[in-house]
């Protein structure tokens, strides 16, 4: 691997833990809408990061999210279980910032960190 890839790769991580942490800052604050949001955000950051490794690079969020799953879930080199957490995540994400209807709490926030944290 390059050194501008490993470059690259770090900085995502980097990326992903600090919007990792905002998501929890912003839970306690009450502002449970833009936590999913951030907690969104470092998942798509590690997974980005992931795909560098096979010089892999994506610019929408749904090419991540298919190079993620045609790369490494089909081919298992990672578990089913990180491609549903992606898009479990990121569906909710997209409720929290499309749909004016949704009202997050919470619990439905702290769940969101919580799987993204998992990740890490």
Do not use: P
Not at 8 to 29: C, G, N, W
Not at 47 to 67: C, I, Y
Not at 83 to 110: L, M, Q, S
């Amino acid at each position: 691997m390059d050194e501008r890839t490993r470059e690259l790769i770090k900085v995502r991580l980097e990326r992903a833990e600090e919007d990792v942490k905002t998501a929890k800052e912003l839970l306690s604050l009450k502002r449970y809408r833009a936590s999913v949001n951030r907690a969104y955000y470092s998942l798509f950051s590690i997974t980005t990061a992931v795909l560098l490794t096979k010089k892999l690079e994506r610019s929408k969020h749904s090419g991540v999210e298919a190079a993620f799953n045609q790369y490494f879930i089909k081919n298992k080199i990672i578990e089913v279980e990180y491609g549903k957490i992606f898009d479990y995540v990121r569906r909710k994400r997209e409720e929290c910032d499309y749909n004016t209807r949704i009202v997050i709490d919470k619990e439905t926030a702290d769940k969101r960190i919580s799987i993204s944290n998992y990740s890490l």
